[in-house]
């Protein structure tokens, strides 16, 4: 888990450390997601990869919300040789 830095200035304006590794809507790295998504190619469910990668069943959810598959424009000429 990364957690990040909160500054405050001295006119009362606050922000967050800029981290390159870490997403702005949750903390987690790519790296973990990446582990999740090779969770999920396995066909397991969302608890067990919850429990397995060390974080919440709602996290998984929201990471398996990010993969995108796009769908081809042409079919090849060919599908198939027998």
């Known amino acids: 888990m990364y957690r990040q830095r909160h500054y405050q200035c001295k006119y009362s304006h606050s922000f967050n450390e800029k981290a390159t590794f870490a997403s ?5 790295s790519p ?18 990869i919850a429990h397995l990668c060390g974080v919440s069943v ?20 060919v599908i198939s040789i027998l």
């Open 24 to 28: 702005k809507s949750f903390q987690s």
């Open 31 to 48: 790296r973990l997601r990446q582990v999740i998504f090779n969770r999920l190619a396995e066909s397991r469910n969302y608890r067990d």
């Open 58 to 77: 709602a996290q998984v959810m929201r990471v398996c919300t990010e993969i995108h598959i796009s769908r081809p424009q042409t079919l090849p000429r």
